[in-house]
């Protein structure tokens, strides 16, 4: 800690602004965030006495709040701080006033946050290895870090009503996870908190995926989403269980490290017209389990039924796919062929 930041710890002063602790507690960033941003960006405080510590008058804490909603949205950092800088400036013109002024009980309200571009840059500002991907991913993972959790529901939000839950999915969601992932794998334990937040609130946004019309009941028969034993990825299947609701078709939803007896009562119980078993590693994927969910039957003699079985996931790629079953190359087309099944004849034995 610099000499001018001693006493952060102390938060505000009503005479001479925030400190830059407390500045750092209310907007969810690290106080070593704040100055990095002050000696590359001059986001700092608008005046500052000689020999005293950093404080932050009201107008510069709305610029710094500005600063977090760009980069949130996806912005690089130095653009995000020229155009904070200039509203800053802009406010301080318009409105003739100091910015030592005390500050407001209540923040006024902030406009929405800007769309991200599609277009894809490498880089992420984050720490994390993105790589080239979309703006939006920028965004979330840099929220991530920030263990920001009210910023990743309204980005979330934003892309899935932007782009779609499939475009949402495996552009967005998917390369920052994967990305986190892969930060976690080298960083040792670190990281570990950053990956469960991101999952939850990628789960969250998932399961508010709205129908495209009323939820109405239906004698249709469901798909099954399970993960297989031993497995407790669950977010594909959560995504899969999306994009069904919002087409309107029916899903049961068992999540993950579901046990074989328990998969084959629910087979039963249910007469799917199809089951959906996901594996992440060739170490959990189940052929025994899957041959056997393919081969059950329901329905009356002469017209008795067979579910198709979807084998959803990496952890089944190098083995062929047999008679019933399907194995799809992404979010995209097991949607497509799960909703075909509602249009077409189920294949019946006699």
Do not use: N
Not at 61 to 67: G, I, R, S, T
């Amino acid at each position: 800690m610099s000499d001018s930041d001693r006493g952060d710890e102390t938060g505000s002063d009503t005479e001479h602004g925030l400190t830059t602790g407390a500045v750092a507690r209310r907007l969810g960033v690290s106080p070593t965030t704040l100055r990095s941003w002050d000696q590359r960006y001059g986001i700092g405080p608008a005046s500052r006495a000689a020999g005293r510590h950093r404080r932050w008058a009201p107008g510069d804490v709305a610029m710094l709040e500005e600063m977090c909603r760009l980069t949130a949205s996806g912005l690089p950092p130095a653009e995000a701080a020229r155009s904070a800088l200039s509203a800053r400036s802009g406010l301080s013109a318009r409105s003739g006033l100091s910015t030592r002024a005390a500050l407001p009980a209540r923040s006024a309200p902030r406009a929405p946050l800007p769309r991200a571009p599609a277009a894809r840059r490498p880089g992420s500002g984050s720490g994390l290895p993105l790589g080239d991907v979309r703006l939006e991913c920028r965004g979330l993972a840099r929220a991530a870090v920030r263990l920001d959790g009210p910023t990743l529901d309204v980005l979330l939000r934003e892309v899935v009503a932007d782009h779609g839950l499939v475009t949402a999915w495996e552009e967005v969601m998917v390369p920052t996870l994967h990305a986190v992932g892969r930060k976690w794998e080298s960083s040792g334990d670190r990281y570990v908190e950053v990956e469960h937040l991101l999952s939850w609130h990628v789960s969250t946004a998932l399961r508010q995926v709205a129908p495209a019309g009323p939820v109405a009941v239906t004698s249709l028969p469901p798909v099954l989403l399970a993960c297989v034993p031993a497995e407790q990825h669950t977010l594909p299947l959560e995504a899969l269980a999306a994009g069904l609701a919002e087409r309107g078709l029916p899903a049961r939803m068992f999540g993950g490290a579901v046990p074989a007896e328990a998969l084959d009562a629910a087979v039963r119980r249910t007469g799917p017209v199809a089951v959906v078993l996901w594996s992440q590693a060739r170490s959990t994927a189940h052929h025994a389990l899957a041959q056997h969910v393919a081969a059950r039957s329901f329905g009356v003699r002469g017209a008795r039924t067979h579910p198709l079985v979807m084998l959803a996931g990496p952890g089944w790629a190098g083995r062929s796919v047999q008679p019933g079953m399907l194995r799809p190359g992404g979010l995209r087309e097991a949607l497509d062929s799960l909703t075909r099944l509602y249009g077409e004849p189920h294949p019946t034995v006699g």
